[in-house]
């Protein structure tokens, strides 16, 4: 069996979909499911369902007694916004923790997403580097929350039997229920659909003009193929960054959902909110050396292919229907 956390979410239904394809039907999801997230489960093969506190509870009472080839640990708060500090430690460390040490228990792979959050302003540089970690410092509460497990599983020795997966500005189908933390993709998609603009941030940073600032933004068929690479390579372990590889300006992005579209350009700049301006990352670009001295060799799909897949396949297409 594998066993997908966050299953019904963004990542973890293209992860259960990539299986599918693969023939790989004997999967666990476990989620806290919602009527927009059960979207995402509708045209996939699975064997079972549970809710996240109730598969803790089976893990802590130690009653699964099937045996478990991979975990792939999703499942997490992945709001930037959110201010409940306990709330976190319990939902991302905690309960990753107790993941973490039942599947190293049962010699079962564990793959969990930690999260390129963890990088902050990027000061520090964006290297996967694992010793490291401790010298990064986030700007939100959930990048906190992922650098702390990152920590506890190096100080707990399972970065040699383990892998964290720091992905960076992931984008695609089945990320409709993520509310505003929804790609930008997306809300440029509803927005020229409204009013034949998309709105940018204006910049609040000398060093970036309007729209200017970057980010290392990456399709979900990508991130999906990254994640499943070390499914196949089990004696692959530690900290991996998984993105492009490549830092694009927002200007970028908006000029490419209006091509995908076929619309003329129109953006729009606004103020920044103020409670926003001091977390705000000006760059992330991951750096992918260590992914690919690991062994992985396919070609990331460039940000206008991208789009353009996402926009017409999925977004203006009425007869796609949820899933993947």
Known sequence: MIIVTGGAGFIGSAIIAALNKRGITDILVVDELGKESCENLANLSFADYAEKSDFL???VDKKINTAVESVFHIGACSDTTET????????????????????TDADSRFIYASSAATYGDGSKGFSDDEGKIELLQPLNLYGHSKQRFDMWVRENSLLGK???LKYFNVFGPNEYHKGNMRSFILKA???????????????CNPDYADGQYKRDFLYIKDAVDMTLFFHDNPKVNGLFNIGAGKARTWNDLAKAVFAAMGKKENIEYIDMPESIRNQYQYFTQADITKLRRAGYKQQITSLEDAVKDYVQNYLQNSSYLGGY
């Open 57 to 59: 509870k089976t893990v």
């Open 84 to 103: 409940d500090a306990e709330y976190l430690e319990k939902n991302n460390s905690q309960y990753s923790e107790t993941l973490a040490r039942w599947a």
């Open 162 to 164: 383990i892998v964290g």
């Open 189 to 203: 998609f509803e927005q020229i659909n409204a009013a034949g603009k998309v709105r940018l941030f204006k910049s």
